[in-house]
């Protein structure tokens, strides 16, 4: 169950890994939006994608590599 593992601290040895990947997306200029970083900021292959989040067959489409 993922909300006990996070509730007992199990999630903590992922910790230095989430940190160092927010700190390479978030120094990368090219990922930047607009208005810098917000949520969600999608990258995909290490670009960062544009398109309506909310929106599942474009998001999968894009993911797979696929146009919409």
């Not at 199990?10 to 090219?30: H, L, R």
């Amino acid at each position: 169950d993922v909300v006990a593992e996070l509730a007992d601290g199990g999630a903590a040895e992922f910790a230095p890994w989430v940190a160092a990947a927010t700190q390479a997306a978030t120094s990368d200029p090219a990922l930047a939006g607009p208005q810098g970083f917000g949520t969600p900021t999608i990258v995909i292959d290490g670009e960062r994608w544009a398109g309506d989040w909310s929106d599942a067959q474009a998001l999968a489409q894009a993911i797979e590599g696929t146009s919409v």
